[in-house]
């Protein structure tokens, strides 16, 4: 005998717990009735049989959109679980082959990286496991989204205690190049070029949260050595960092991540930063440490293969460095 709750989840309409999915997916109900060609007041009816169903308010409105309860990211798995189960049968019953279930994973990735991993991603030879993946810059309000399911999970320089976080800890780059044009005075010194050689000129450094968004290591090595820095200059894209060098005469230091990348210019040089000063440059401050910041694992709307092929991307780009 069917419980009374049991009763009225089971007397819900295939199509209401196929709106609760893509409204969970899209955060807004008017792109939930383009994306099923109906009428909005259609889903707006649905999402309230849903809420009867439920005895839960399932979305509530924000400034960015609709936020599920916390009862609709539990619920968010079982009917995507469910949705496969009816498209299978439907397969089944048309003769189709079966297509695999894969919602778009949005991933917010620090700056340092994000290149390389697009790369890495594009190139990977399961794409049919990994489905579209999209790729936002780190910002200060991403892991309120991640909380509020705009975005899965993040890829960053900052660690999180955030309640209903995990946090991860992924790696750390090892190695570092120093960057300027071919004709810059800063080579005759090389190969063993030191920080206070560096600090005689013009430098430049691209800002990412979480690590050097309020004072750059080499300043701080500056400072605590009463290094005088010639002039220090703060970019925020790596374009800006590129013309920095190009036109500015500056020199900047570039992650192994990114050296191909500046090592494929040819008015540029790049060149490994010697093992020794690159342990003093990061007495003071660390080296960039990159964390995963995701929801606890049962309000993840990914499963843990494209999980684990992002991270094991990553891991690779660090351990490369």
């Known amino acids: 005998m069917l419980s009374k709750s049991l009763r009225v989840i089971s007397e819900l309409d295939i199509f209401s717990l196929i709106v609760f999915k893509v409204l969970y997916e899209k955060g807004a109900a008017n792109n939930t009735a383009s994306e099923l060609e109906v009428s909005a007041p259609k ?8 809420r009867t169903a439920f005895d839960d308010e399932l979305f509530y409105r924000r400034q960015q959109g609709l936020k599920p309860t916390p009862l609709a990211e539990a619920l968010y798995k079982p009917i995507c679980d469910f949705y496969r189960i009816v498209s299978h049968l439907d397969q089944v019953a048309l003769g189709e082959p079966e297509s695999t279930f894969a919602p778009t994973i949005n991933i917010a990735v620090s700056k340092y990286i994000m290149t390389s991993l697009a790369l890495a991603l594009n190139q990977h030879p399961q794409q049919e496991v990994l489905g579209k993946i999209r790729l936002q810059q780190w910002g200060r309000s991403s892991e309120e989204l991640i909380s509020d399911g705009q975005i899965d999970f993040g890829i960053t320089l900052e660690s999180s205690e955030a309640a209903g976080l995990n946090c991860e800890h992924l790696g750390a780059p090892n190695s570092l190049y120093l960057a300027a044009k071919q004709e810059h005075p800063i080579w005759e010194y090389s190969p063993q070029i030191t920080l206070e050689q560096i600090a005689m000129y013009p430098f430049a450094y691209l800002e990412s949260i979480g690590f050097n968004d309020r004072i750059d290591p080499l300043e701080l090595y500056c400072r605590n050595a009463r290094v005088e820095l010639a002039d220090v200059d703060k970019v925020m894209s790596k374009e800006e960092l590129l013309s920095h060098l190009l036109t500015m005469g500056s020199l900047a230091f570039i992650s192994a991540v990114d050296v191909d990348m500046y090592s494929n210019i040819p008015a540029l040089r790049t060149e490994a930063l010697d093992h020794e000063q690159h342990h003093k440059l990061h007495i003071g401050q660390s080296a960039p440490q990159y964390y995963l910041i995701e929801k606890r694992l049962k309000n993840r709307r990914y499963n ?18």
């Open 43 to 50: 889903v707006s009816r649905c999402l309230a049989s849903l």
């Open 304 to 321: 843990e293969e494209r999980r684990s092929i992002v991270i094991d991307i990553v891991t690779d780009i660090l351990k490369s460095t």
